[in-house]
């Protein structure tokens, strides 16, 4: 009968118990290791002690390499029993390890989120938000009233033809008044548009007039060969405006102008036509607004005229009917083009184009609330 006596190893326990000699010791030594080992490990506080502590116990140098080299004195019986303790011993200190190393780092994470919480009554940093360019709002309210008045609005090509930007409105090859438009060139025919009223040209062709009149206008940038300086720019931005009808007189171009006119400037404001020439419009006008700043007295902004020039416009001339197969025996029409930059520089009394240009925040953000 072999007196057992409960040892924590389970069942190798028993056989230490009756070998006796170098087994004996062995077995004392690695329990007293693995007690000690334990409770390092219980104790560590970083990360680092406790991988100093595996490096330590389980590294080449470390006492369970060196119970495991002391086996070769062992006997062939003797060896699988002590190799199995010790590495049950390794693998119950391994597994410790890393439930100690999740637990630290668990810790660590806690410690930094309490360091790094948030205040939620800071103010936040202010978000710059964009505004819109002083030009697109220009365009889009002069739009908003010709659209409440039935106008549709079409975009046109910024590059065209030389057909379209001078032919078809009355500026054959050679005519002086191209001297005023010279452009960029990017062949003999095709060249940056000096004006929006080419567009007139291709809606013209296009309309399908047994569907009734046409009411239009188009918006876009144009070019010009120009030094840009305070008052002058290589481009700019003009609005187009065109209406054909049965019967359309001076009388409509004079009451749309000065409705238009009156709700971009404000309904105390007069208008005058004086005559001019366009050799697409016959007769053709320059169209004044009564000056907003002296109301009339005479000052800088309009040169002691008491009259500002707004825009351009004229009846449609019968050759430019006639070019886009329109009958001026039954049809007539009215045209205008207007400066956007003109508009808003005598608004707001910005006194250099440039100004739109340059994409300095400071000019933009005086619009912000407009
Ligand atoms: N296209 C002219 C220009 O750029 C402006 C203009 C004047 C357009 C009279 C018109 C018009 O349609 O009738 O100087």
């Known amino acids: 009968m072999v007196p057992r006596v409960y040892v924590p190893w389970g069942n190798v326990g028993y056989v230490f118990l009756y070998k006796g000699g170098i087994i004996m010791s062995l077995r004392k030594e690695l329990e007293d290791l693995k ?108 739009e908003d009233i010709f659209l409440s008045m039935g106008y549709k609005i079409v975009e046109g090509f910024e590059v065209e033809s030389d057909h379209y930007n001078f ?27 000096t004006h929006t009223s080419p567009v007139q040209a291709r809606v013209m062709e296009e309309h399908d007039f047994s569907k009734g009149g046409l009411r239009m206008i188009s918006p876009g940038c144009v070019f010009r060969r120009d030094t840009d300086d305070a008052t002058h720019s290589h481009q700019f931005h003009q609005i187009e405006g065109l209406v054909i009808d049965k019967g359309i007189t001076m009388g409509d171009l004079k009451g749309t102008l000065e409705f238009v006119i009156k709700k971009i400037f404000g309904d105390e404001r007069q208008i005058r036509l004086r005559p001019s020439f366009f050799p697409f419009t016959e007769p053709s006008v320059e169209i004044d607004v009564s000056c907003f700043k002296c109301e009339g007295k005479g000052c800088n902004v309009c040169k002691y005229t008491g009259w500002i020039e707004i825009l351009g416009a004229g009846m449609v001339h019968p050759k430019v009917l006639k070019m886009s197969q329109i009958d001026p025996e039954v049809y007539a029409g009215f045209a205008f083009g207007l400066g956007q930059e003109r508009i808003a520089m005598l608004r707001f009394g910005i006194n250099d184009i440039r100004g739109f240009y340059t994409n300095d925040m400071r000019f933009s953000e005086q619009f912000a609330r407009l």
């Open 35 to 142: 007690l000690k080992v334990s409770q390092q490990i219980e104790q560590a506080k970083t990360l680092k002690e406790l991988d100093d502590i595996r490096v330590d116990t389980l590294g080449k140098k470390g006492p369970i390499t060196k119970v495991l080299r002391g086996m070769k004195d062992l006997s062939a019986d003797e060896r699988p029993i002590v190799g199995a303790s010790a590495n049950e011993i390794r693998d119950a200190l391994i597994t410790q390890i890393k439930e100690k190393k999740h637990e630290l780092e668990m810790q660590a994470l806690n410690d930094a989120l309490a360091q790094e919480s948030i205040d939620v009554t800071l103010p936040s940093r202010r978000v710059k938000r964009g505004v819109r360019h002083i030009l697109s709002q220009t365009q889009e309210e002069i």
């Open 167 to 193: 032919e078809r409105m009355n500026l054959p090859k050679g005519h002086p008044a191209r001297d005023m438009q010279d452009t960029f060139y990017i062949s003999e025919e095709i060249l940056l548009r």
